[in-house]
């Protein structure tokens, strides 16, 4: 393992080898999702004043046991499915990078609390911590969690519309703001 500080609050990220993210200077990186098993590493970053995240496949993170350009092209296929798939609930999608070592999808920021957040819950916190969000959805009124429920559906008929089928669709893919009431769906392999 070893240690790369990146952005230029130099924010520090373990990797199972070394991996150039130069193409991360400009930019503040506030937070990290480096325990993914897809192969991506996902960050929070500030540029101009605004939040985006980038999901990025190049880079060996400690989770990943597959090909890395096996993660990279699947994140370019991805791009495409993204291009197609517009919809309100869905984190919007606003461009694409390739760069000498990897590839990465730039998405607006969008507050929430990810429903599997293993990265800060064990799975008997997760089931049982009331700070967990899992929990905390478990706990909102009735009605609420219903048109939660509604929207997921109606999503997932919008993509069938589509002509796609969701797969690998669990609460990991699901963000909620609970400040705003509002869902958004981060993820989803088609």
């Given at each position: 393992?070893?240690?790369?500080?990146?952005?230029?609050?130099?924010?520090?990220?373990?990797l199972?080898?070394y991996?150039?993210?130069?193409?991360?200077?400009?930019?503040?990186?506030?937070?990290?999702?480096?325990q993914?098993?897809s192969?991506?590493?996902?960050?929070?970053?500030?540029?101009n004043?605004e939040?985006?995240?980038?999901?990025?496949?190049g880079?060996?993170?400690?989770?990943?046991?597959?090909?890395?350009?096996?993660a990279i092209?699947?994140?370019?296929?991805?791009?495409?499915?993204?291009?197609?798939?517009?919809?309100?609930?869905?984190?919007?999608?606003?461009?694409?990078?390739?760069?000498?070592?990897?590839f990465?999808l730039?998405?607006?920021w969008v507050?929430?609390e990810?429903?599997?957040?293993?990265?800060?819950?064990?799975?008997?916190?997760?089931?049982n911590s009331?700070h967990?969000?899992?929990?905390?959805?478990?706990?909102?009124?009735l009605?609420?969690?219903?048109?939660?429920?509604t929207?997921?559906?109606?999503?997932?008929?919008f993509?069938e519309?589509?002509?796609f089928?969701?797969?690998?669709?669990y609460?990991?893919?699901?963000?909620?703001d609970?400040?705003?009431?509002?869902l958004?769906?981060?993820?989803f392999v088609?």
């Amino acid at each position: 393992m070893i240690k790369v500080l990146i952005g230029k609050n130099k924010r520090a990220l373990e990797l199972k080898e070394y991996h150039n993210f130069e193409w991360l200077n400009e930019v503040e990186v506030f937070a990290i999702f480096n325990q993914q098993d897809s192969g991506n590493i996902s960050f929070g970053v500030i540029s101009n004043g605004e939040r985006f995240f980038i999901k990025y496949a190049g880079a060996r993170n400690l989770e990943y046991m597959g090909d890395v350009q096996a993660a990279i092209e699947r994140l370019k296929k991805a791009e495409e499915v993204y291009k197609q798939i517009v919809h309100p609930n869905l984190t919007r999608f606003l461009s694409a990078f390739q760069i000498e070592q990897g590839f990465g999808l730039k998405f607006k920021w969008v507050n929430g609390e990810c429903m599997h957040n293993h990265w800060d819950f064990t799975p008997f916190e997760k089931y049982n911590s009331p700070h967990s969000p899992f929990v905390k959805l478990r706990n909102l009124p009735l009605q609420e969690r219903i048109s939660i429920l509604t929207k997921i559906y109606e999503f997932a008929t919008f993509v069938e519309v589509k002509g796609f089928v969701m797969v690998d669709f669990y609460d990991g893919s699901i963000l909620y703001d609970f400040k705003n009431g509002e869902l958004y769906i981060c993820d989803f392999v088609i």
